[in-house]
């Protein structure tokens, strides 16, 4: 697939990298001993096996402090050895997460640690691809993984724009750009599954590209004072504490000081069992995401449009309605108030909005 061509030339670290991945020829062979225990219906059980992995996701999905993030340190050093992709991202999140949190090291030793996150996901990434198309790509069907482990790539100057406390418009300008050139290639893979009448596969891309579009709106507000990011690899698994689960983090900083993190949890629609069961802020897709109905592809479609400087009538006003219906979302969101102490002793806030539900009672429980 092309790179969109957008108004303004920049490379992008994240879709670049990602399409590098595609087209490179990975003629190393697969590590079977560490792959041949995964290769069963039963393997998602077989990743917690990794002690280190165990102990990530048993982590409450809130921001660390510094002792949280020394203790992900740790833990990204057991998990960079293991061969397995989604052992992988979650080393990566490990140090990224650390790099953003533990205040008690040297800005040029935050950014290292974001910098060493940025070659796991790239491993992580390359590593997916090349078991997808291998004999044993049976077992890891999961197309849309490779781009979940480039996505973070597309995020990593902010992060290191957090960590040295100057978050600049041209880096909130090329995240952007960044995000949108992955919503166009999702946009692709969704059509194609849908030729091939894969509703698995097409599903999956589905429900990324309302997670990309949630993230391509908060960052055409462009404010610096709220930072969007993909959450974290614990955060976005149910294995334990599951009402903690999100997709996305916006970090409320002020120069480099991160004041509070609002979990947001994308759903295509929302039931009412997952309205009673998250306590991030549910943004329906379909209903608060749409620029020209409710098909994400319109809006990734809209976002392109606009970055290549050739809008349709509709693209402005629909991106601007949408940014202003996320904005007044997550406003009503954060008067509510903290009930859990965990919430409290933690930058990550869930709150509870009694304002929120009577504004938009599709999200209440």
């Given at each position: 697939?092309?790179?969109p061509?957008?108004?303004?030339?920049?490379?992008?670290p994240?879709?670049?990298?990602?399409?590098?991945?595609?087209?490179?020829?990975?003629?190393i062979?697969?590590?079977?001993?560490?792959v041949?225990p995964?290769?069963?219906?039963?393997?998602?059980?077989?990743?917690?096996?990794?002690?280190?992995?165990?102990?990530y996701?048993?982590?409450h999905?809130?921001?660390?402090?510094?002792?949280?993030?020394?203790?992900?340190?740790?833990?990204?050093?057991?998990?960079?050895?293991?061969?397995?992709p989604?052992?992988t991202?979650?080393?990566a999140?490990?140090?990224?997460?650390?790099?953003?949190?533990?205040?008690?090291?040297?800005?040029?030793?935050?950014?290292?640690?974001?910098t060493?996150?940025?070659?796991?996901?790239?491993?992580?990434?390359?590593?997916?691809?090349?078991l997808q198309s291998?004999?044993?790509?049976?077992?890891?069907?999961?197309?849309?993984?490779?781009y979940?482990?480039?996505?973070?790539?597309?995020?990593?100057?902010?992060?290191?724009?957090?960590?040295?406390?100057?978050?600049?418009?041209?880096?909130?300008?090329?995240?952007?750009?960044?995000?949108?050139?992955?919503?166009s290639?999702?946009?692709?893979?969704?059509?194609?599954?849908?030729?091939?009448?894969?509703?698995?596969a097409?599903n999956?891309f589905?429900?990324?590209?309302?997670?990309?579009?949630?993230?391509?709106t908060?960052?055409?507000?462009?404010?610096?004072?709220?930072?969007?990011?993909?959450?974290?690899?614990?955060?976005?698994?149910g294995?334990?504490?599951?009402?903690?689960?999100?997709?996305?983090?916006v970090?409320?900083?002020?120069?480099g000081?991160?004041?509070?993190?609002?979990?947001?949890?994308?759903?295509?629609?929302?039931?009412?069992?997952?309205r009673?069961?998250?306590?991030?802020?549910?943004?329906?897709?379909?209903?608060?995401l749409?620029?020209?109905?409710?098909?994400p592809?319109?809006?990734?479609?809209?976002?392109?449009r606009?970055?290549?400087?050739?809008p349709?009538?509709?693209?402005?006003?629909?991106?601007?309605?949408?940014?202003?219906e996320?904005?007044?979302?997550?406003?009503?969101?954060?008067?509510?108030?903290?009930?859990?102490?965990?919430?409290?002793?933690s930058?990550?806030?869930?709150?509870?909005?009694?304002?929120?539900?009577?504004?938009?009672?599709?999200?209440?429980?």
């Amino acid at each position: 697939m092309e790179r969109p061509g957008f108004a303004y030339d920049t490379t992008l670290p994240g879709y670049d990298v990602l399409q590098d991945s595609f087209h490179e020829r990975l003629d190393i062979p697969v590590d079977v001993d560490a792959v041949e225990p995964f290769l069963s219906s039963e393997s998602h059980r077989t990743y917690l096996e990794n002690n280190a992995f165990h102990r990530y996701l048993k982590m409450h999905k809130v921001t660390t402090g510094i002792s949280g993030a020394k203790e992900l340190q740790v833990l990204g050093r057991e998990l960079e050895g293991s061969y397995m992709p989604t052992h992988t991202d979650a080393a990566a999140w490990a140090y990224a997460e650390a790099g953003l949190t533990d205040t008690s090291l040297s800005a040029v030793d935050r950014v290292d640690l974001v910098t060493k996150a940025e070659a796991l996901w790239e491993r992580a990434l390359k590593t997916d691809i090349h078991l997808q198309s291998s004999e044993y790509g049976v077992f890891f069907d999961e197309p849309s993984a490779a781009y979940r482990y480039a996505l973070p790539l597309a995020f990593t100057p902010l992060m290191k724009s957090v960590v040295i406390g100057n978050v600049t418009t041209p880096v909130l300008q090329r995240t952007l750009a960044d995000t949108v050139a992955f919503s166009s290639a999702v946009s692709d893979e969704i059509r194609r599954y849908d030729e091939a009448d894969n509703v698995n596969a097409k599903n999956m891309f589905i429900g990324l590209l309302h997670e990309i579009n949630a993230l391509s709106t908060l960052l055409y507000m462009e404010d610096p004072r709220y930072i969007p990011m993909p959450s974290t690899a614990r955060a976005d698994t149910g294995y334990y504490h599951p009402s903690q689960t999100h997709d996305i983090m916006v970090l409320n900083q002020h120069w480099g000081t991160i004041r509070k993190v609002i979990p947001i949890e994308i759903k295509a629609k929302a039931s009412s069992r997952d309205r009673r069961r998250y306590r991030s802020l549910i943004i329906r897709g379909k209903m608060h995401l749409g620029t020209n109905g409710a098909d994400p592809t319109e809006t990734a479609a809209s976002f392109e449009r606009l970055l290549d400087g050739a809008p349709e009538p509709h693209d402005a006003a629909g991106i601007e309605r949408i940014a202003t219906e996320v904005r007044e979302l997550l406003r009503l969101y954060q008067q509510g108030v903290t009930p859990e102490a965990l919430a409290m002793r933690s930058l990550t806030r869930f709150h509870k909005s009694s304002s929120l539900e009577r504004a938009h009672p599709e999200i209440a429980p």
